[in-house]
């Protein structure tokens, strides 16, 4: 029986809007092509590819008691999901996403995040005796999980989105992860990045480039490159990180060689893009293999 990944924040309630192009910042009255709501963040967006591909999903995270969180509990009904909620007080986070024709993105975080003083992970830590890795958002609340997850010993694997190599907030999850995921939109010189945090102990790190594809450095110095995997048109570019994260972790998972988890990422990061959700519905098992 295949052991659940445990995924520690990230689901907000987002409004997509679709422009011909960014707007720059003089004055003006856009008119969109289309708007939208739509499920968004990264563990929601890690938690459906998963479970997309058969992979069963513990996922905590935060939501209000309103319309928008019950929006969230209705899109993460799924039957390899165990949703692990805890209501706050305040708002559900929710983002309004600009997006381009050619994939650029400006998002605004109109309820951000919560960050409550105090979590109750209890049911996560009785669920962690189950699970095989444990997925942890850079998400302020679950910086208090890092502690009792290094004790008990589990694998940790962060995503750090936009690191731009220096930003001390990221810092706690870089210290406590064994993989790292993160993108080269504000790292002009990646490799460098990559190889210092290899040098600080990594297994390996993922650097992802956009229509660019990806690189991988591993802790014995190796450097694998995978090219941008073509669709034939892009629909929304929301959430391809996520479903990369996904794609690679789900053939790691199966014991695939780094490369076969590279071409897997890119497949589903690739499916993504062609649909409006965060999984796409043709992502399967066999369109990764």
Same mark, same amino acid.
């Given at each position: 029986?295949?052991?659940?990944?445990?995924?520690?924040?990230?689901?907000?309630?987002?409004?997509?809007?679709?422009?011909?192009?960014?707007?720059?910042?003089?004055?003006?009255?856009?008119?969109?092509?289309?708007?939208?709501?739509?499920?968004?963040?990264? #563990?929601?967006?890690?938690?459906?590819?998963?479970?997309?591909?058969?992979?069963?999903?513990?996922?905590?995270?935060?939501? #209000?008691?309103?319309?928008?969180?019950?929006?969230?509990?209705?899109?993460?009904?799924?039957?390899?999901?165990?949703?692990?909620?805890?209501?706050?007080?305040?708002?559900?986070?929710?983002?309004?996403?600009?997006?381009?024709?050619?994939?650029?993105?400006?998002?605004?975080?109109?309820?951000?995040?919560?960050?409550?003083?105090?979590?109750?992970?209890?049911?996560?830590?009785?669920?962690?005796?189950?699970?095989?890795?444990?997925?942890?958002?850079?998400?302020?609340?679950?910086?208090?999980?890092?502690?009792?997850?290094?004790?008990?010993?589990?694998?940790?694997?962060?995503?750090?989105?936009?690191?731009?190599?220096? *930003?001390?907030?990221?810092?706690?999850?870089?210290?406590?992860?064994?993989?790292?995921?993160?993108?080269?939109? *504000?790292?002009?010189?990646?490799?460098?990045?990559?190889?210092?945090?290899?040098?600080?102990?990594?297994?390996?790190?993922v650097c992802t480039h956009g229509s660019e594809g990806a690189t991988l450095l591993t802790s014995d110095g190796r450097w694998l490159e995978q090219p941008v995997v073509s669709v034939s048109g892009v629909v929304d570019t929301n959430g391809?990180?996520?479903?990369?994260?996904?794609?690679?972790?789900?053939?790691?998972?199966? #014991?695939?060689?780094?490369?076969?988890?590279?071409?897997?990422?890119?497949?589903?990061?690739?499916?993504?893009?062609?649909?409006?959700?965060?999984?796409?519905?043709?992502?399967?098992?066999?369109?990764?293999?």
């Amino acid at each position: 029986m295949t052991k659940p990944i445990l995924i520690l924040g990230g689901a907000s309630l987002d409004t997509i809007i679709h422009l011909p192009e960014l707007p720059s910042p003089e004055p003006q009255t856009l008119w969109p092509s289309e708007s939208y709501r739509a499920l968004g963040s990264t #563990g929601a967006g890690k938690s459906l590819n998963l479970a997309s591909l058969g992979q069963p999903v513990v996922f905590h995270t935060l939501l #209000g008691r309103d319309t928008e969180g019950q929006q969230i509990r209705d899109a993460l009904a799924h039957p390899r999901i165990r949703v692990l909620e805890e209501e706050t007080d305040g708002p559900t986070e929710q983002h309004v996403n600009l997006m381009s024709a050619d994939g650029k993105r400006i998002s605004l975080f109109i309820q951000p995040p919560p960050e409550p003083e105090h979590v109750d992970w209890t049911q996560a830590q009785q669920a962690l005796a189950e699970c095989s890795l444990a997925v942890v958002n850079i998400l302020g609340y679950t910086r208090s999980a890092l502690p009792w997850l290094k004790a008990a010993g589990t694998p940790i694997w962060t995503d750090l989105h936009d690191y731009d190599g220096h *930003n001390p907030y990221h810092e706690p999850f870089i210290e406590a992860a064994r993989a790292i995921f993160l993108s080269s939109d *504000n790292l002009p010189d990646y490799r460098t990045t990559m190889e210092r945090l290899i040098h600080r102990g990594k297994e390996f790190v993922v650097c992802t480039h956009g229509s660019e594809g990806a690189t991988l450095l591993t802790s014995d110095g190796r450097w694998l490159e995978q090219p941008v995997v073509s669709v034939s048109g892009v629909v929304d570019t929301n959430g391809a990180g996520d479903a990369f994260f996904s794609g690679f972790l789900h053939r790691y998972l199966q #014991g695939a060689e780094l490369t076969d988890c590279l071409r897997g990422g890119a497949i589903a990061g690739a499916l993504c893009v062609t649909s409006r959700e965060l999984a796409s519905p043709d992502l399967n098992t066999q369109r990764l293999a």
